[in-house]
């Protein structure tokens, strides 16, 4: 398939749809003094690995099933992030991704730079490991190849040595393999487009480091590392690895753990040095429904191996730090957050936002100096049970612990029963949405208890509308509680509905965003043009 099928850098998203350095109203790490607090991104950005060229640190995270996939993200100091592209618009292989594969697609990448090229191994559980390479970060990357087809290859990280050789470190999942807690080094050709042989099992945690996964490889003073979570993803600890084989054998040790700290399973991530010699870790945590959020930890060496966090009783264990003096870089950066808010005013989606599978082409058009983004009321599909199987949802990540996120649209129905809304979506959702009857417009929300079981909807009584210009508005508070609200003037909000508590996804946090559907087709379906899509 041609390049551009797959690429997102910036030649296939438009100039425009580049996201500006934005600083978040709801959550910015950088505390303008010289610290700052974790975690450094209050957002999904699951399994984050990163690498350092030059001046500048680029960082990718797990995607799932969504579209665009495979962030990238970019910073000059390891604490100010925004994001520059995707590497997929559309994931392969794209007939299976046209509809959701919850807790499928992109697992567990891996970036690094070599050669003069970026490299990114990721593994899709179903189907194996792919490899995808670019010049410049932002894009454009080549098609994903399959550079080893097995069910439940994960979580794959490559080494380039010294001598030239080449090998590839993953584990595996038992959802697919019967197999887990193992690691498994594979020679891999140079130019990392191919393993060449089966493997080789270099360490098993299942005795005291049960469900070990997520490797990173590492070489440094002649020892070769492999970072590798343990323990379970909420109650796990971080492990290195070393050995003065590649193969082994490898000690061990753990070096950073929840501690007395409130950050629960602290692991699974990159060990980045800076130019000015620092070593630091970006690791996760699974808040819940907020997903697994990016934290940065200051990290040295003691006696050849890695020591995290901050060790206060000497065991060379290291604990999470709430807040640290920011990486030594050369000089002080901007504070940039991810992009959340979107005025729509660009000729391109912004690049917080991901489809619920892989997109076609009329759901939806970015209305540019217009100032809205057009979205087309699509049909549901066939069998429709609830919005757990429906593709066309416009989402992004919970961007902070507590916010406001309010949307301005204006709608223009077709026929009844068509309708639009501002949608927290999981395993349980809710929505609050316009929809026409026969009667007219009205407003109401709508909640689905275990949906991805399934569940039916349960829709609150209808509020009636004298226009088809609305505000919509959720509420998210402490422990992901979300209240919904509604206004015709923009001032006066009035509630609509029942408290309802955010869950995550499979295998990713809560997600907030838009969408449009329809029942049944007809000659001209009816849209919804969104002005805005705000947080505070």
Not at 152 to 162: A, K, Y
Not at 296 to 307: E, K, S
């Amino acid at each position: 398939m041609a390049l551009a099928s797959f690429s997102a850098g910036v030649e296939a998203q438009s100039p425009a749809a580049a996201s500006p350095s934005t600083v978040s109203k709801v959550w910015v790490a950088d505390r303008g003094d010289g610290t700052y607090k974790n975690p450094i991104i209050h957002a999904d950005f699951s399994d984050p690995d990163a690498v350092r060229v030059g001046d500048d640190f680029y960082m990718t995270a797990s995607s799932f099933n969504a579209a665009p996939g495979l962030p990238i993200l970019h910073s000059k100091d390891l604490v100010n992030w925004t994001v520059v592209g995707h590497v997929f618009q559309r994931q392969p292989p794209t007939d299976v991704f046209r509809k959701p594969q919850h807790g499928g697609g992109v697992w567990a990448p891996s970036i690094r730079h070599h050669a003069g090229e970026f490299y990114i191994f990721y593994p899709d559980p179903d189907r194996g490991i792919y490899m995808v390479k670019a010049k410049d970060a932002a894009g454009p990357w080549s098609d994903p190849l399959l550079i080893k087809e097995a069910k439940g290859w994960i979580d794959p990280s490559p080494l380039w040595d010294s001598d030239g050789r080449a090998y590839l470190v993953t584990a595996l999942a038992a959802s697919r393999s019967g197999v887990k807690s193992i690691l498994v080094v594979s020679p891999m050709s140079p130019d990392g487009t191919r393993l060449l042989g089966e493997g080789v099992l270099v360490f098993d945690g299942h005795d005291k480091h049960p469900t070990v996964e997520g490797p990173k490889f590492y070489k440094r003073n002649g020892y070769y590392y492999i970072f590798a979570p343990a323990g379970g993803v909420e109650t796990g600890w971080q492990l290195a690895l070393r050995s003065r084989s590649v193969y082994g054998p490898y000690e061990e040790k753990v070096v950073l753990a929840q501690g007395k700290t409130a950050v629960n399973g602290p692991h699974q991530g990159a060990w980045v040095e800076t130019q000015t010699g620092e070593s630091w870790f970006l690791h996760f945590q699974d808040k819940g429904a907020y997903g697994r959020v990016v934290h940065l930890q200051p990290m040295r060496w003691v006696g050849d191996w890695p020591l995290m966090g901050t060790d206060a009783d000497g065991d060379g264990t290291g604990e999470p730090v709430e807040s640290y003096r920011k990486p030594q870089v050369g000089r002080t950066w901007p504070v940039v957050t991810p992009p959340d808010s979107d005025e729509f005013d660009a000729t391109g989606l912004g690049r917080q936002w991901q489809w619920h599978a892989n997109p076609e082409p009329n759901w939806a058009f970015p209305a540019g100096p217009l100032g809205f983004l057009r979205l087309i009321n699509q049909p549901l599909p066939e069998g429709y049970r609830n919005l757990w199987d429906v593709p066309n949802l416009l989402l992004q990540k919970f961007p902070a612990p507590t916010f406001n996120a309010t949307t301005r649209l204006t709608f223009t129905p077709r026929t009844d029963e068509e309708k639009t809304g501002l949608l927290v979506m999981g395993t349980d959702y809710a929505y609050l949405s316009v929809k026409k009857s026969t009667k007219g417009l009205y407003v109401s929300q709508t909640v689905c208890k275990e949906a991805d079981r399934q569940g039916a909807e349960r829709e609150s009584a209808g509020i009636p509308l004298k226009s088809n210009t609305v505000f919509l508005r959720v509420k998210v508070s402490g422990e992901a509680v979300c209240d919904f609200s509604y206004s015709t003037d923009g001032k006066s909000f009035q509630p609509v509905g029942e408290p309802f508590k955010a869950r995550p996804g499979r295998w990713i946090g809560a997600k907030v965003g838009i969408f449009a559907t329809r029942i049944g087709r007809t000659r001209e379906h009816g849209y919804a043009d969104y002005d805005w899509f705000r947080f505070e």
